[in-house]
């Protein structure tokens, strides 16, 4: 032990312009700024960026392949264009359906990348450098929902736009489809802010209740399953039998409920698939309730976890 | 004012008393920490740092209150962990600048700084690897870098040489002392080696079961007289009655006889005294004052404990 020993020192021998230790003089910026950062960092990190190539394979794959019907429907739309004018055709997809069908693939998104926000911090222990620091507890944990809401936003939104664009490019003057086309595309953007908030906020919920990526993982692919079918089958049961109550469960289903809640936002009637006695205006109610329960329970875990 | 300063400061987890009634008052330099595992070192630093509220009793750091003033606290501290906090799978440069970023600094700024304190800690090429491929005492480098990022005012460091072989744990003191006197941030390294502590610091504080047992200056304790011990396969009682008549201070410990090492004359006095009673000799060493050694002798300071 020296203390002139220069490799020990920190310090290359012969390096001519070592300037010393400088003090910071600049400014420091408080909370929100803390939050933003940590929101741009962890929105970074869902789609892979700054990270191995073997992280942005997971997202981009599967927020490809929902995107993919959209891009399919708009590369055979000159094709298919001609029959529906004539009306011997109409688009599988539309802005409004789109999510009752292929929601499935956003479950796994959720699955895959939620443990990524909340499970590492806490499996690798990082939670006291965060709370060391210029943020409190609420603002990592809505930092860190914003980041995966607008994650999943931006991938709701993907084939909202090629639906459109397709659309559009169907027309003979493509300025006037669009002055017919965007009012029929607007609500897609409400609609899939709420779609965004309620899945990230479940899953977030949920994941940041375990360290373990995997746990969390299977836990959230059950929690979505589950809610899914058991409400459903109940339902299916509970038609038979007359049971009465059995139409409210399920509006506590994550994804169904959100296809009857985006129905509202474009003023389409429910389909069959739904309970009759239920109005669009039931699911946008509950899906709005699930993503407060979801986190005011996020919030709570932030609150008492202990670093 | 003082840097850190602790009123009847209590903590308890449900039966166990982390921190009975701690009185404190500290001011800059690099102060040592010293205590036994669970003595309370960590409580007291997660206190500090408002990560955890005191049962009882208050504390303030620079001057500002731990539980009402933590946000302010913390722009103005640096905290290194005991256990691992860095994740896999991003490099020290991104890791050390996203904390930076947390800390406040905005982006040009949080990149300089980082670089600075990535080369203030001896972390060079290797900077821009994934953490995951490191080594502990690249770690622990990385671990400080973080603590430095926004230039502290205090940095909390805890155990900082938990895992390292001697030469890191040589060059992590190092670089704790130069953090401490040629960039004038005050330091609190807790530690459970009495040795370390030693080398770097100028204000010790022992604590044990979340008493205060001595808080002074360093040279307090290292004027004291050190000790040599003897240690024979058989006869350790004759040696030690030999050197009690030759006139040394000496104790038998088992198979060690323990002598007050006050002039070097000893050295010879025990060479001829072992040589004289033909005694098998297994080792002539100046000890090393233990942390029980500290707990043992010093008797507790006035208002340390109640």
Sequence with gaps: MSATNPVAAGKPSGSIYDLGYRHYEGKRRGRLFAAWSLYVDSLRGIWGFGRPMSAKAAPFIIAGLYSFFAVIQLAFSSVISQSIKNGTATDIFTYGNYFSRLGFFLILFCVAQAPEVVCRDQRYQVLPLYFTRAMRRVDYALARLASLSTALFVALMVPMVALFVGDVLMGADAFAAMGTELPRALPAIPANLLTALSMASISLALSSYSPRRAYSAIGLLAYFLLMEAVPAIIYSVGQQAGWTWADKLVLTTPITSLGGATNWFFGIPLTSEFPSTLGADAYLVACVASVCLFTAVLLFRYRRISA | ?306
């Design chain 2, 1 to 306: 004012m003082a840097l850190i300063e602790t009123a009847s400061l209590t903590k308890d987890y449900g039966a166990v008393k982390a921190l009975d009634r701690l009185d404190l008052q500290v001011e800059s330099g690099i102060i040592g920490l010293v205590g036994a595992n669970g003595a309370g070192k960590s409580t007291l630093i997660k206190i500090l740092l408002g990560l955890i509220p005191p049962t009882a009793g208050r504390a303030s750091v620079l001057g500002l209150d731990v539980v009402e003033q933590a946000p302010e606290i913390r722009k103005f501290v640096g905290y290194m962990p005991e256990h691992d906090c860095l994740p896999p799978d991003v490099s020290a440069t991104e890791f050390v600048t996203h904390m930076a970023r947390i800390s406040g600094l905005p982006r040009s700024a949080a990149r300089e700084r980082t670089a600075e304190v990535l080369r203030h800690v001896g972390l060079y090429e290797e900077r821009y690897r994934q953490i995951g491929g490191y080594s502990t005492g690249m770690k622990q480098r990385v671990k400080l870098a973080q603590a430095l990022a926004h230039d502290p005012k205090l940095l909390l460091l805890d155990e900082p040489t938990n895992g390292l072989d001697p030469t890191g744990r040589d060059e992590m003191l190092d670089l704790i002392k130069r953090t401490g006197t040629d960039f004038g941030i005050s330091v609190v390294v807790a530690s459970h080696l009495l040795g370390e502590i030693e080398q770097v610091c100028t204000f010790l504080l022992a604590i044990d079961a979340g008493h205060l047992l001595k808080a002074a200056p360093i040279s307090t304790f290292t004027q004291r007289t050190p000790v040599v011990a003897v240690e024979v396969e058989e006869g350790a009682d004759r040696l030690t009655a030999a050197l009690i008549s030759r006139g040394f201070k000496a104790t038998q410990e088992e198979q060690c006889v323990l002598l007050a090492l006050e002039d070097e004359a000893l050295y010879d006095a025990v060479r001829d005294t072992v040589a004289d009673l033909g005694l098998p000799l297994v080792r002539v060493q100046q000890e090393r004052r233990r942390l029980e050694d500290i707990f043992r002798e010093a008797p507790p300071v006035a208002g340390g404990v109640q």
